[in-house]
């Protein structure tokens, strides 16, 4: 019922604003990233810290992090239109911006291919740019209806997130990691629990990965290549005895936009190579 | 027990005209642009019934004017709970997190951040304000009931159980933080370093009549809490009921401050800058330390707030991040100023 009544609203509001310029807030760097592959970059005021854009528009107000933004520092961009995702929050902070009488859409923030599809769908739609939409569908939607042939069972993929100095965690099912692993045809080493997990030396033995993936962010964060391999247990394993590692740009790799079907293609060739 | 004289009269004439600067340049200082003269426009516009800016109106009311208020409330309740607990154990360095309150709100807070996922009651808006305040104050009467030897309260007792309820707290968030996903934990991480962005106006309000009552009695207390700050014993016998004293001591500032909590998260130190600020200025005798450290909490407060909203323009800093960024170099001085080395 509350998805038919969001979709309900959603086609009013991309009805009565149609082939409107909008001046945009978006909360949330899914939301972002899709803004600005529909070449609608010109018309964002403002974006949360999580948000990457390139230098060019580096001059955008970050108005704080999408799941705490200040309801007054969105307001302050004067936005006609804010496009959140919907962990976007504190719910208060998002009530008084909506007092303003500032309409809000939130999309979903699924992490997977068709939470992309999905995304990239409402977005258009919001913004009147469906277009420019099914350039960036097709590819998400051939790949999700013709998956990458599963690869042998030996390859064993391991994803290790760390972030700052904190103890690196290993990503269990229903994470983005745990989607794009699969997608690719491959297993992700470590089943059983769901989201992530702090790395312990015999978790990381008995998951015996044959490969570690990584994002470029938390490779640095442990240390770079030395310091992955320095990790206790690592060199009992069969990827700490072969080396082998991959590591993808972090917004890359867990994303979900539409850079996903190049990513994927990405990763599964490395992972085969 | 000095109290110079001339500094008596003064403490309405200086303090309040200082919260009434307070409030405005809190209302008109923001990331939105809305400056004094704005203000008064949008009053006038509003009174006189013609259309006003929905946004301008919105950010006045609903956003600014309602985090001022409750600031400046909350930031008064803060202080008058650290003077009751500095008076009642008799040590300037108390404040209620010394009896588990801090810890048993932020406890409960997020345990209903983590279960609030598959328990869909959890999600309700009331739901962790209800439940901070509720955890503040079970860890809170647990530590009194345990220090309650047959209807004396022991203060060392008190103390010690306070520890042993911070860390108990402490490890249970632990294991809630190890079993929390990324969402909830940052939920609960930007829960504990407070903020005075969820207050709105009905919150305010409720918060004013509940806050009341407390300050009312406590002022009624004042004199019998001079005598306390002698000792127990020389109280008792100068006529004063210490246990009924004490127990309204910790009742109703742990009620002023689990409201605050409830409503704000952690917001650390002001319970102990506070009235530490208002001794030096206006002396130790309760009757100018009450008014005083209400007052200069309900500037303090505002005042950090304030700041909060506009260093990181168009983002804000968690308040209490500042509050102990600007107290704990004061809890320090305080420290080492009572060994003699200053």
Known sequence: MKNYLFTFVLLLVAFSVKSESHRLVSLGSPVTEVILALGASDQLVGIDDSSQVPDELSYLPKVGYYRMVSAEGVLSVQPSLILSTEDAGPPPALKKIQAASIPLLRVTSEKTLSGAIERIQEISKILDREEQAADLIKPLQDRLENPFKVLHPEVKVLFIYARGSGAPMVSGEGTGADEMIRLVGAQNAVIGFKRYRPLTPEALISAAPSIILVTTHGLAAIGGEDGLWALPGMNLTPAGKTRRFVSMDDSTLLGFGPHTATALETLRKKLTL | ?342
């Open chain 2, 1 to 342: 027990m000095t109290t110079s004289a001339i500094h008596k009269p003064h403490i309405w004439w200086i303090l309040a005209p200082l919260l009434g600067i307070t409030i405005l340049v809190g209302l008109s200082s923001g990331a939105y642009p809305l400056p004094l003269s704005r203000i008064v426009s949008i009053v006038l516009e509003s009174f006189s019934g013609s259309d006003v800016n929905p946004v301008d109106y919105s950010v006045l009311v609903s956003i600014r004017l309602p985090r001022v208020l409750f600031g400046a409330l909350a930031g008064g309740a803060l202080a008058l709970g650290g003077v009751c607990m500095q008076t009642l154990f008799r040590n300037p360095l108390a404040d209620p997190g010394l009896m588990g309150l801090s810890s048993g709100a932020a406890l409960a807070a997020a345990t209903v951040t983590l279960l609030s996922s598959s328990v869909p009651l959890l999600s309700h808006p009331l739901a962790l304000p209800l439940a901070a305040f509720a955890g503040g104050l079970t860890i809170t009467a647990i530590v009194y009931r345990i220090s309650n030897y047959g209807g004396r309260l022991r203060i060392d007792s008190m103390l010690l159980m306070g520890i042993a309820m911070n860390a108990l707290c402490g490890s249970l968030m632990g294991l809630i933080f190890l079993i929390a996903d990324d969402a909830q934990l940052r939920n609960i991480t930007f829960w504990s370093f407070g903020s005075l962005g969820r207050a709105n106006l009905a919150s305010t309000f409720f918060f004013a009549l509940a806050i009341v009552l407390p300050v009312g009695i406590i002022w009624r207390f004042r004199e019998a809490m001079n005598v306390l700050l002698m000792g127990e014993a020389d109280a008792a016998t100068l006529g004063v009921n210490v246990e009924s004293l004490k127990r309204g001591l910790i009742g109703l500032s742990c009620w002023m401050v689990a409201l605050v909590v409830a409503q704000a998260g952690l917001i650390g130190f002001v319970g102990l800058i506070i009235p530490h600020m208002a001794r030096l200025m206006f002396g130790v005798s309760h009757k100018h330390l009450i008014p005083a450290s209400l007052l200069i909490g309900a500037i303090f407060l505002p005042l950090v707030d304030t700041l909060c909203r506009t260093v990181v323009i168009p983002s804000e800093l968690p308040i209490g991040m500042l509050t102990a960024l600007l107290g704990s170099p004061f809890f320090i001085f305080l420290l080492v100023r009572q060994k003699g080395l200053i």
